[in-house]
């Protein structure tokens, strides 16, 4: 049984720390919870909005509806060989504290995304990225749910049709979903490890760091971040959310 809580404060939910309600506000923990849930006339009768870290959203009034806050969590070993794991993450997992699962297992590819606020769901939704990686370079898929059926489906890197802060969710069928995992793929040892960026090397060398690690370059990143913005606990903010203009010659 799904518990419906009324007038809710909104304000632990969103990074700009904006103080507003929601009239209805249901928390998902599982698959088959979401599907209870899109399955009930309650859910069906009432406008909604779907929540995850709040970092994406900047709230001007209280919502009189349904926010269905998405708390799906766990992250588990799918498939492993020598030179790689691939990981399963619930969508309702903080993105930051898989980045440092990762990173506190020595398994490469997410560590120039350290930092980066919202939740797991989130970041295929935009093709999240920061210092030269994109999660399109790890991600092996995307499992979400129908809003309309109840169907769960699983999208490949490929049908995710990513671009530069863009994907197949952000557009084609932009509000059909509801994401609830994602999958993806990290290396075990001959890392490929991205310091293009000078703020990397620069930070690495006043660290006096010779020889590139998977925690050196997560390091980095959170060092560059935080001197760039301040912690949202502490003042509210969205972290970084612009896109590089593109010139074409």
Known sequence: MLLIE????????NTFHIRARARYLVRIKSVKELVELLQSEFFKSKK???LGGGSNILLTHDFDGLVVKNEIKGITKESEDDDSICLKSGSGETWHDLVMLCVQNDWGGIENLSLIPGTVGAAPMQNIGAYGVEIKETLVSV???ELATGKVRLFS???CKFGYRESIFKHEIKNQYFIT???VRLTKRNHHLNISYGAIREVMKKNNITVPTVRAVSDAVVAIRRSKLPDPAMIGNAGSFFKNPSIEN
């Open 143 to 145: 499992e979400a749910v």
């Open 157 to 159: 890197r490929e049908e």
């Open 48 to 50: 909604h909005v779907l």
């Open 181 to 183: 995992a994602v999958s």
């Open 6 to 13: 009324e007038n809710v404060e909104l304000h632990p939910y």
